[in-house]
């Protein structure tokens, strides 16, 4: 691997996730593919109470349901 190469990776590796959201948020911009985001809000929020009911929280979820 070249040291430009090896740099640009690392340089790339320390931006973390914030980019990621950054490049996912300019993809449905670009490519008008808004029908994405409540698929996407759906799937956090599942996801966040399956965390939840792993927890000592999961008694107060199960009463909701």
């Keep these: 691997m070249s040291d430009k190469l ?20 300019w993809f449905l911009s670009q490519n008008k593919k808004y029908w994405m985001i409540p698929i996407l809000a759906i799937l956090l929020l599942i996801g966040f109470l399956v965390i939840l009911g792993g927890s000592s929280a999961g008694a107060f979820i199960y009463t909701m349901f």
């Design 6 to 25: 090896k740099r640009r990776f690392e340089k790339a590796a320390a931006q973390g996730n914030q980019r990621l959201v950054v490049d996912y948020l």
